[in-house]
């Protein structure tokens, strides 16, 4: 009697273990099978895709808190839509789970639409002209302003891309006057780069065009100047004057421009090209000259003839008036030139 409790103890104290056993068994089981249903429609805001995105899942608990973590496709561009196959899916459930049985349901492609957020154009243009202007500090007599900015389409970025660049600045020569006249004048293409400051996967790249206005500070005559007359130093003020094309090799200085002579009417309050002016004669043909003859310390002084008219720095033929000897000279003033051979 002794014997058959103890047998009957055993088996009932067993019980417990064997229905652990058979529930673990069916645990094991379960983990190996999970349930994927897919959505007909997914919002996305990244640039890439993930399953929990476009899929609900039950089952297996540990195969179900992966999902949220397999990528399974870059998402369509900011504002737009795609579509995602069920077949890539079966693919990609596949290579990550291989051990597993995933049954897999819904709609053969998933419609994915991403996120946009539109750009402020008034906000890309005083970006802009700060990133410029960080470079463009070289020039006193030079300024700018960025007046326009506008994407060459309707553009939308993802919520994510909150950082600006602008990678055409880094290339520009905003330290040479000459460059900044020919290519900073007027309407420009510039790429904008929108980033995400925590993904650099995760960038647009969008072409806009942008209308610079380049001011310069210049000599301008205060009032009309007509041909052939001597430009005096009451004649010309400096202004500040909003640049064009046509303007790209205007006078930057007073010393280049008083004392020469207008080949062309002078308009006031416009810039003055070279091209408009010529020296004035300061001397003329069969003028009587002091002709200046140096060598080394020694200086000596004589009358000359010019025999040919000219300006100030130009080397013209004189006689010397007591030898008749034929030199050259250059014209140091309208009443003064200097010997350079001898």
Known sequence: MSDRLTFLS???????????????????????????????????????????????????????????????????????????????????????????????????????ETVGVELSAEDLRQKFEDSLLSKFHTHKNLRLRVSRLQPMNQVKVRPSQVKVDFPDVRSMGLDDRAWVLRNMIGNRPIQVKVFSSNDPDDASLIQANAYIVLEAQLPLPVQTIGVGQTIAGDDIAMGWIAMRRGYQDAAFDLGSIIGRKTRQTLQAGEPISPRFLENATAVTRNQSVKMLVRSGDLEISARAIAQQAGSVGQTIDVVNAATKRKLKARIVDEQTVEAVSF
Request: charged share 15%.
């Open 10 to 112: 055993g088996v009932i104290s067993s019980l417990p273990l064997l229905a652990l056993a058979s529930g673990a068994f069916a645990l094991d089981v379960d983990q190996k099978n999970i349930d994927l249903v897919l959505k007909t429609k997914a919002t996305v805001a990244s640039h890439r895709v993930y399953l929990s995105d476009v899929a609900t899942c039950s089952g297996a608990t540990t195969y179900c808190q992966e999902i949220s973590g397999i990528d399974v496709a870059q998402s369509p561009s900011a504002g737009r839509t795609g579509f995602l196959q069920k077949s890539h899916i079966e693919t990609i459930v596949g290579k990550e789970w291989p051990g597993i049985k995933a049954i897999i349901s819904g709609p053969e492609a998933i419609r994915i």
